[in-house]
């Protein structure tokens, strides 16, 4: 995640000449030797340390992009604000609820911008959900459902890496994939539906051992016949979902489906009509609108310049945009944040109305009921 910033500060005038303030990629904190000359050979960083402390304590440090594990989230997240640099931080921002209050309390408390890596809400399809749905081109909005479904953890020999320790990650898929599907649900439909009230959850590890890792590795790894340890967090997780306007939602979220990459998507559904989503075809919406209730037929609607922020990275319809390009319009609304001193995008107050959702879906899993909230 570390290199996607990098990519996304160093590419955002690229996109958005006019942007009110241009970035300049200063220093880099990271433990692995091999890894700081990388950020500074291949990355052009201007120096590289093995302790972030000494990163804050330069002059030349305006915004820090927090892209560890979830374990250093509090520790750096709350330092950075504390010395008045604005923040990019990645989700779920800390291990749970309590750390992410914690750091969005540091950065009410200094008056800096913030930015968390939500990144899927910036996609041009999603924005034009969102239109629509304010607009009440559905009509009243009767249902949201959420998926957030990945592969990358489905091999049983994928290492045991600090993803499933909770002293180091704290939850598993939920912080990890479903803060994802409440920011997108909330996003889209929330204007319209008002808060999540009340939810129901359940939850399983599907894989409970895991090879030990031996050494720094992602999450992609594999490990041996080596020894084996328990995993400590979910890898599956689902809610159903009670909106304050009566709508009701759906959220799934897995790291081990089978034949999922990245299925990743929406579908909201209201008295007049439908629309969905998937991340894997980013430039397409799928609509049903304006028509009679039986009998409805969906239509592709291809994202074309003026949807979102398409025109910044691309000419006309049809022409795709990627992961990394959702980084640098996160990367170009907390410049604007920054600018205008009005927040643009999702901040830190995103990242606890998430976490309280993600929490919630924990007490119910372990409380065996529906949570109030």
């Given at each position: 995640?570390?290199?996607?910033?990098?990519?996304?500060?160093?590419?955002?005038?690229?996109?958005?000449?006019?942007?009110?303030?241009?970035?300049?990629?200063?220093?880099?904190?990271?433990?692995?030797a091999?890894?700081?000359?990388?950020?500074?050979?291949?990355?052009?960083?201007?120096?590289?340390?093995?302790?972030?402390?000494?990163?804050?304590e330069?002059?030349?440090?305006?915004?820090?992009?927090?892209?560890?594990?979830?374990?250093?989230?509090?520790?750096?997240?709350t330092?950075?604000?504390?010395?008045?640099?604005?923040?990019?931080?990645?989700?779920?921002?800390?291990?749970?609820?309590?750390?992410?209050?914690?750091?969005?309390?540091?950065?009410?408390?200094?008056?800096?911008?913030?930015?968390?890596?939500?990144?899927?809400?910036?996609?041009?399809?999603?924005?034009?959900?969102?239109?629509?749905?304010?607009?009440?081109?559905?009509?009243?909005?009767?249902?949201?459902?959420?998926?957030?479904?990945?592969?990358?953890?489905?091999?049983?020999?994928?290492?045991?890496?600090?993803?499933?320790?909770?002293?180091?990650?704290?939850?598993?898929?939920?912080?990890?994939?479903?803060?994802?599907?409440?920011?997108?649900?909330?996003?889209?439909?929330?204007?319209?539906?008002?808060?999540?009230?009340?939810?129901?959850?359940?939850?399983?590890?599907?894989?409970?051992?895991?090879?030990?890792?031996?050494?720094?590795?992602s999450?992609?790894?594999?490990?041996?016949?080596?020894?084996?340890?328990?995993?400590?967090?979910?890898?599956?997780?689902?809610?159903?979902?009670?909106?304050?306007?009566?709508?009701?939602?759906?959220?799934?979220?897995?790291?081990?489906?089978?034949?999922?990459?990245?299925?990743?998507g929406?579908?909201?559904?209201g008295?007049?009509?439908?629309?969905?989503?998937?991340?894997?075809?980013?430039?397409?919406?799928?609509?049903?609108l304006?028509?009679?209730?039986?009998?409805?037929?969906?239509t592709?609607?291809?994202i074309?310049?003026?949807?979102?922020?398409?025109?910044?990275?691309?000419?006309?319809?049809?022409?795709a945009?990627?992961?990394?390009d959702?980084?640098?319009?996160?990367?170009?609304?907390?410049?604007?944040?920054?600018?205008?001193?009005?927040?643009?995008?999702?901040?830190?107050e995103?990242?606890?109305?998430?976490?309280?959702?993600?929490?919630?879906?924990?007490t119910?899993?372990?409380?065996?009921?529906?949570?109030?909230?």
């Amino acid at each position: 995640m570390g290199q996607v910033h990098s990519r996304a500060w160093a590419r955002l005038p690229h996109h958005y000449p006019a942007a009110a303030l241009r970035p300049r990629l200063v220093a880099v904190a990271e433990p692995d030797a091999g890894r700081r000359d990388e950020a500074v050979s291949g990355y052009g960083f201007l120096a590289a340390d093995a302790d972030w402390r000494r990163v804050l304590e330069r002059d030349d440090v305006d915004v820090v992009s927090v892209c560890g594990p979830n374990f250093v989230h509090r520790e750096i997240g709350t330092a950075v604000a504390a010395s008045g640099r604005h923040l990019w931080i990645e989700k779920p921002a800390g291990r749970n609820l309590e750390d992410t209050e914690a750091i969005a309390a540091a950065v009410r408390a200094a008056g800096v911008r913030s930015a968390v890596g939500f990144n899927y809400r910036n996609a041009p399809a999603v924005e034009v959900a969102r239109e629509l749905v304010g607009a009440g081109r559905l009509g009243e909005v009767e249902s949201v459902e959420v998926r957030m479904l990945a592969d990358y953890s489905a091999h049983p020999d994928g290492v045991l890496s600090w993803r499933f320790d909770p002293a180091l990650a704290g939850t598993g898929v939920l912080g990890d994939l479903a803060s994802h599907g409440f920011d997108l649900a909330l996003y889209v439909a929330g204007g319209s539906t008002g808060p999540i009230t009340e939810l129901v959850a359940d939850q399983a590890t599907f894989v409970a051992q895991r090879p030990l890792a031996g050494g720094a590795v992602s999450h992609f790894a594999r490990g041996g016949d080596g020894p084996r340890g328990p995993v400590g967090n979910e890898d599956h997780a689902a809610a159903l979902l009670r909106f304050g306007s009566g709508a009701r939602g759906h959220l799934v979220a897995s790291r081990v489906a089978v034949g999922e990459q990245c299925g990743y998507g929406f579908e909201v559904r209201g008295t007049a009509g439908a629309l969905a989503w998937d991340f894997r075809r980013m430039g397409e919406l799928r609509v049903c609108l304006d028509q009679d209730f039986q009998d409805a037929a969906w239509t592709t609607r291809f994202i074309a310049p003026g949807d979102g922020e398409l025109g910044a990275f691309q000419p006309g319809a049809g022409v795709a945009m990627g992961y990394d390009d959702l980084k640098v319009v996160e990367a170009h609304r907390l410049v604007e944040s920054i600018g205008t001193g009005t927040p643009v995008g999702a901040t830190i107050e995103d990242a606890v109305r998430t976490a309280r959702l993600v929490a919630a879906m924990g007490t119910s899993y372990d409380e065996r009921r529906w949570v109030i909230l």
